[in-house]
């Protein structure tokens, strides 16, 4: 009798133990590492940006904003290269023939880019820099990883993504509408890319939309203009509809501005797999073997 409670007991807790609980269908988004730079065009340098993470498996993104001094020919992003060899991809670009720059002392052509890569590693001041189609006046700069994406396909699938608007001039918040995702788990990102010097062309920091919170950015007025760049990001956990991003104060400069929408989606973990746990005579365990002795049972379950 004693036995046989005994047998009772270990085969209770074995089955306890084997019943695992119910987890999420995708892994957790979080930002790991982000940095921000800047470059004076004249000469461009390709100084870059210097990113350091934590965690492998991350997804690196890198937006790119340059302007054009006196201009109407934007010049754009040729590549994408760093000191960790990852493989580049663009994800979105968008130019303007004449847009106002610093403290409306003039009208430039401004390209606005966001590339991506997959980082198998962790990184440890991985410098990246980007090769341009041609010479710039001011280009600036913001890197982040994000780890528990989807690495292959780690952007959301709605057709709507990326969503960009812009303004040529005048006082405004740089927003964009319109970000659907076909994920539940994603983080929405919210670009933003100005001709202006910080917020007010004397070096005022940007202020991040409501729901959203800052990743970093980068305000390069090292040059005949200036060049800034912003990025930030909201986690949700539900399929979101026409919802916006943006900044959460106007650009009192006046400058020019893209403001770029978009979203990253969650990793879906491995399925896992289990034997059929049955009691015939004994208790059958994963492996085929009995409970109580070493004798192996048949597979055939």
Partial sequence: ?????????????LLAALSVAPHSAFAALSL?????????????????VTLTTTDANDVVVFEIFNENDG?????TVSSVSDSAGLTWHLRTATTSPAMQQYADEGV????????WAHAPAQLSSDTIVPTLSGTTDCISYVAFGVNGANTATPWDTNGSLPTIASSASGVSTPSVSGISTAEANTMILGFMGTG????????APFVDGSGYTS?????????????????????VSSAQS????????PLTSGDGWFMIGDAIQAASPPATTGRVIRLVGGLRIVGGVRLGGTSPVSPGY
């Fill in 215 to 235: 990743i970093d950015s980068s305000l390069f007025g090292a040059c005949a203009f200036a060049a800034s760049t912003f990025a930030e990001y909201e986690l």
């Fill in 242 to 249: 026409n919802i916006p991003a943006e900044l959460g104060a």
């Fill in 32 to 48: 790991d590492g982000h940095a921000n730079g800047g470059d004076d065009g004249a000469p461009f340098s390709g100084a870059g």
């Fill in 1 to 13: 009798m004693r036995g046989g409670k005994s047998l009772f007991i270990i085969a209770f807790s």
């Fill in 108 to 115: 430039n052509a401004t390209d606005m880019e966001i590339w």
């Fill in 71 to 75: 201009s109407n020919i934007p010049t």
């Fill in 196 to 203: 202006s010097y910080g917020s007010d062309d004397d070096a």
